[in-house]
T-cell receptor, first 111, second 113 residues
Framework: GQNIDQPTEMTATEGAIVQINCTYQ??????LFWYQQHAGEAPTFLSY????GLEEKGRFSSFLSRSKGYSYLLLKELQMKDSASYLC????????????FGKGTTLSVSS | ETGVTQTPRHLVMGMTNKKSLKCEQH?????MYWYKQSAKKPLELMFV???????ENNSVPSRFSPECPNSSHLFLHLHTLQPEDSALYLC????????????FGPGTRLLVL
C-alpha cells in the first residue's frame, strides 16, 4: 500500500535549526515534494527531490535517500513566520497519478 | 499569489442544496486537480484532469461532479452533500501529469449543515 509518515508536531525557537523527517512506502517513485501551509492558506511549494542527495534553497534544504525511502526538510535560522504545517508528498510516476501526501508536521516557532 | 484562483473562498450549504466551486489557473498548465483537506487527515486527491480529459477519479462519491471545459478552468459541482463533506477543497495545477510542480489555489472552505 501507500504510506507516508511524518511527525505530527514539532516545536523550536527562533534562530534554531529544525529537521522534519518523512518516510515513505509507495509503489513507484518519481519525486518527493515539500510544501508549506500556513493556517487557512494554500500549500506553497518549497522543494523537490528526485535524485539522492541534498537540495539547498536559502534557509531551507531537502534531502532524499531513495534506497531508504527517507527524506528530510531542514530549516535554518528559524523565524516566527516559519510556524506552519509542512507537507511531504510523493509522486509515484505512473500515468494519471498525482501526489500522495503525508498528514503534515505542524511546526511552532517561539521567541 | 500562485496563479491559481478559487471561488468562493467560503461556502455554507444545506444538504439539499446544489452549488459549484470554481477554479481558474493563469499559468498555462495542462493538468488540474481537486483535493479535499479534512482536519487531521492528509490531503486527499479527488479528481485529475489532463488536457481537459479526466484521467483519475479517486473513488469519489457521485454527489461530487467535476467539469473541465478547458485547460484553464475546473469546476466541482456539489449536490445532496453530507455533513462529513465539510472540508477545505483545494484546486491545483501543473504543467503536465508526470513532471512539474503542482501549484495550489487558496481553497474553498465548505460547511455542510
Amino acid at each position: 500500500g501507500q504510506n507516508i509518515d511524518q511527525p505530527t508536531e514539532m516545536t523550536a525557537t527562533e534562530g534554531a535549526i529544525v529537521q522534519i523527517n518523512c518516510t515513505y512506502q509507495t509503489s513507484g517513485f518519481n519525486g518527493l515534494f515539500w510544501y508549506q501551509q500556513h493556517a487557512g492558506e494554500a500549500p506553497t511549494f518549497l522543494s523537490y527531490n528526485v535524485l539522492d542527495g541534498l537540495e539547498e534553497k536559502g534557509r531551507f534544504s531537502s534531502f532524499l535517500s531513495r534506497s531508504k525511502g527517507y527524506s528530510y526538510l531542514l530549516l535554518k535560522e528559524l523565524q516566527m513566520k516559519d510556524s506552519a504545517s509542512y507537507l511531504c508528498a510523493v509522486r509515484r510516476g505512473q500515468a494519471g497519478t498525482a501526489l500522495i501526501f503525508g498528514k503534515g508536521t505542524t511546526l511552532s516557532v517561539s521567541s | 499569489e500562485t496563479g491559481v484562483t478559487q471561488t468562493p473562498r467560503h461556502l455554507v450549504m444545506g444538504m439539499t442544496n446544489k452549488k459549484s466551486l470554481k477554479c481558474e489557473q493563469h499559468l498555462g498548465h495542462n493538468a488540474m486537480y481537486w483535493y479535499k483537506q479534512s482536519a487531521k487527515k492528509p490531503l486527499e486527491l479527488m479528481f485529475v484532469y489532463n488536457f481537459k480529459e479526466q484521467t483519475e477519479n479517486n473513488s469519489v462519491p457521485s454527489r461530487f461532479s467535476p467539469e473541465c471545459p478547458n485547460s484553464s478552468h475546473l469546476f466541482l459541482h456539489l449536490h445532496t452533500l453530507q455533513p462529513e463533506d465539510s472540508a477545505l477543497y483545494l484546486c491545483a495545477s501543473s504543467q503536465d501529469l508526470l513532471s512539474g510542480t503542482q501549484y495550489f489555489g487558496p481553497g474553498t472552505r465548505l460547511l455542510v449543515l
